[in-house]
């Protein structure tokens, strides 16, 4: 069972958080790897949040190139892509910033 590194950086490199999940199958599909890293988020999370919208609003945010993720040296783009966790334990998600005035 492997544990994987959620990390969030900017487009840049500049790492600005990490997380780690354990105890996780060898593979599982991006969409699931999006639940979980909400569901996760939510369990450290001051206050109770609505999971399953949070959940919708980042996959959304995936499909519309508000972010997306790499793995290995390869970046995700489909919510049914399968992803070996054995070979890429590290997750990077990258949230694109909108240009000023578009």
Do not use: Y
Request: proline residues 6%; without cysteine; aromatic residues 4%.
């Amino acid at each position: 069972m492997p544990t994987v590194t959620f990390r969030d950086e900017t487009p840049t490199g500049r790492l600005l958080s990490e997380r780690t999940a354990t105890g996780l199958p060898d593979r599982m599909t991006v969409g699931g790897l999006i639940a979980l890293r909400i569901r996760e988020e939510a369990s450290h999370a001051d206050t109770p949040a609505d999971i399953a919208h949070r959940t919708a609003a980042a996959e959304q945010a995936f499909t519309t190139n508000g972010f997306f993720i790499l793995a290995g040296d390869h970046q995700l783009d489909d919510l049914d892509t399968v992803v070996d966790l054995m070979k890429d334990p590290t997750l990077v998600f990258i949230k694109l910033m909108p240009l000023a005035g578009g």
